[in-house]
Nanobody, 113 residues
Framework: VQLQASGGGLVQPGGSLRLSCAVS????????MAWYRQAPGKQRELVAG???????NYGDSVKGRFTISRDNAKNTVYLQMNSLKPEDTAVYYC????????WGQGTQVTVSS
């Protein structure tokens, strides 16, 4: 199983980005997915998660601004990020939870003017 995250970049405060995480292998539809982030000097934290049935949960700091979704036909999970703030700056990682956890390589998101 491999996870390939993409979509990060530099964006101004108030802007938007959409992250994608494409998963190889056949277990995607049977697995819960999540996005985490890690800022310099901080611990990795949960941003959003989505179950196999599409139920989503969010970290308090992103509620109302970020939306997680999944497309089982494309083996891909997305993170739509709106109203971005400088404190959202971090490396974002996708995670697949099956009988074990698999992590993507991370994609850098920088929010700065």
């Amino acid at each position: 199983v491999q996870l390939q995250a993409s979509g990060g970049g530099l964006v101004q405060p108030g802007g938007s980005l959409r992250l994608s995480c494409a998963v190889s292998g056949s277990i995607f539809s049977r697995s819960d997915m999540a996005w985490y982030r890690q800022a310099p000097g901080k611990q990795r934290e949960l941003v959003a998660g989505i179950t196999t049935l599409g139920t989503a949960n969010y970290g308090d700091s992103v509620k109302g601004r970020f939306t997680i979704s999944r497309d089982n036909a494309k083996n891909t999970v997305y993170l739509q990020m709106n109203s971005l703030k400088p404190e959202d700056t971090a490396v974002y990682y996708c995670k697949l939870a099956s009988y074990r956890a698999y992590w993507g390589q991370g994609t850098q998101v920088t929010v700065s003017s």
